[in-house]
């Protein structure tokens, strides 16, 4: 019993028709579908199954979904997340065309959806890559996401659930002068993480939505795409501290932070420790000395 990577994600946005021209026009997503002013977007041209859900109304992720290998799995899960006390509703409209899943919610308030995805890719094959078919900055995949909390104590018990519920692993932990978290990075598999998280203000649920491109001139030329039509980077391109990833930030029309994100290292053999870092010790936000920008410990 394992769960895959993140699914899709609900995102509440402040203009539905603002958001849709830039996930559209620029980002490079298609429609397709739609329930009212509920929105189903795609970035892969071959999967029919969205990666971005976005709803008229307000800012921050009201739900995001991991991906099971069968129907099987669900009451598994249900009966994992029953032993430490989380209630889980089963659901029969979660997505189009995805009609069983189960549902349930963070300490934090978001909504975590499992659902079952037995026709995801393994991998994808570089010998069948469609990135001259893709528009705008033409993300290749969703990557992850980092969700908001307010205080250690939230972010303990988030990281309480994901690993003894669901069977995440938590690959760094990083303090602040406080000895309190700061921020986590936690995982479903080998990728250093899936679900992130991070100390915003009060009343956040979302720090970013990333997506996946493919290296450092993927980077380059999304931040040309994104100049081009007056989008600007709130930070980057740059190498993580922590993760190593390369990365580049904006917040987008609609309210929200998302992180363009390449070469995700993996984490090798079975460890469970997670590593602690403290602040003053190491620089988790950049490897290149990059100062973090005031605005990033800011949240929708």
């Known amino acids: 019993m394992a769960l895959q990577k993140l699914v899709w994600a609900e ?3 402040t203009d539905i ?73 089963r659901r029969s409209d979660a997505a189009p065309e ?13 909504e975590v959806v499992l659902l079952p995805r037995p026709d995801r890719p393994l991998y994808r094959h570089p010998g069948f890559d ?4 893709r528009r705008g900055v033409g993300p290749a995949d969703i990557d ?3 969700i908001a909390f307010s205080d250690d104590a939230e972010a303990r018990a988030v990281a309480h659930v994901l ?18 978290w700061q921020a986590a990075w936690t995982r479903a598999g080998e990728v250093h993480h899936d679900v992130g998280l991070i100390r915003c203000q009060p009343g956040a649920s ?25 989008h600007l980077l709130e930070t980057g391109p740059g190498r993580h501290g922590v993760g190593g990833n390369l990365y580049s930030y904006l917040w987008t029309p609609g309210g929200n932070r998302y992180e363009l994100s390449a070469e995700m290292p993996r984490i090798l053999g079975e460890r469970t420790d997670p590593i602690v870092r403290k602040a003053g010790e190491f620089d988790a936000f950049s490897a290149w000395g990059a100062t973090r920008p005031e605005s990033f410990t800011h949240g929708s």
């Open 11 to 13: 995102l509440a946005v």
């Open 17 to 89: 028709d603002q958001a849709l021209e830039f996930n559209i026009d620029v980002l490079g997503l298609r429609e397709v579908s739609r329930e009212g002013r509920k929105v189903y977007l795609s970035c892969d041209i071959d999967d029919p199954h969205a990666q971005l859900v976005l709803t008229d109304g307000g800012t921050g992720v009201r739900s995001f979904a991991l991906g099971v290998d069968s129907e099987d799995e669900l009451e598994q899960f249900e009966a994992r997340l029953a032993v430490i006390g989380v209630t889980t509703e």
């Open 98 to 110: 995805q009609p069983t899943s189960v549902a349930f919610h963070l300490p934090t308030g978001q």
């Open 130 to 133: 469609t990135s001259s078919q």
């Open 144 to 146: 992850h996401i980092t």
């Open 163 to 180: 690993t003894h519920g669901l069977g995440f692993k938590i690959s760094d932990i990083f303090l602040n002068a406080d000895d309190e």
């Open 206 to 230: 979302l720090h970013h939505l990333a997506w996946t491109v493919d290296n450092m001139e993927h980077q380059k030329r999304a931040a040309d795409t994104l100049a081009s039509a007056g």
